[in-house]
């Protein structure tokens, strides 16, 4: 519980995350939000980009004793995996969002082989679609993928669907309620603002509507 309020502090204190209820972000979805996720930024901060990669180090340690081959999302998650294959003296691949157009059609660009033990590293996990389209592209080459581990998770009720009805596992550093509540105790929100806040990971779409 410690490293995850002290994940969420770092994420707020370098602007990697904002929380603006009153006038939301719009999703490349389309969706209007009362948060926006950027853990690009973490890489800029030695201090932060540390840290986050110790704890995924010792997560996939803890949760994934067995881990052959670290596997990144592109393109957000490349360089976290990255350094956490380098720390863990693992091979490293990334997965594609989609086959590339030309030469070979990658969509997995590194090597791996078939029966491999793999832990898939996301910075962030919304919806959870694209963090388990990476997934499955590994499993459809035989791989055996153990599980997922990410910054920083919405807690989305689809996504906890989608990665139960994929029978994989999700372990992240921080999340939206953890996170929600760091904000309000370190002075980021008004007490009176997680409320719409809480409703909103409920219900996103619901919560948008009141925007339109």
């Known amino acids: 519980m410690e490293l995850s309020k002290n994940c969420a502090k770092y994420l707020l204190e370098i602007k990697a995350i904002k929380l603006s209820p009153a006038e939301p972000f719009t999703w490349a979805s389309g969706l209007k939000s009362p948060i926006y996720c950027d853990n690009r930024k973490t890489l800029s901060y030695p201090e932060v980009r540390t840290f986050i990669r110790n704890g995924l180090v010792e997560m996939i340690k803890s949760q994934y004793p067995d881990t052959e081959v670290i596997a990144g999302v592109a393109t957000g998650a490349i360089a976290q995996g990255a350094l956490v294959a380098e720390a863990m003296n693992l091979p490293f691949v990334y997965v594609r969002s989609e086959e590339k157009k030309h030469g070979l059609t990658n969509i997995v660009e590194g090597v791996v082989a078939a029966g491999q033990k793999v832990v898939v590293v996301e910075d962030l996990v919304s919806t959870g679609q694209s963090s388990l389209k990476a997934a499955q ?30 029978k994989l596992s999700l372990h992240t550093l921080t999340n939206y309620p953890i996170l929600v509540e760091k904000a309000a105790a370190e002075g980021y929100i008004k007490a009176a603002e997680m409320e719409t806040l809480n409703q909103w990971s409920k219900d996103p779409a619901a919560w948008a509507q009141q925007f339109e």
């Not at 590994?138 to 990665?163: E, K, W």
């Open 137 to 166: 592209a590994l499993r459809d080459m035989g791989c055996d993928v153990l599980g997922m581990v990410a910054i920083f998770t919405y807690n989305l009720p689809v996504a906890a669907q989608r990665f139960e009805e994929a």
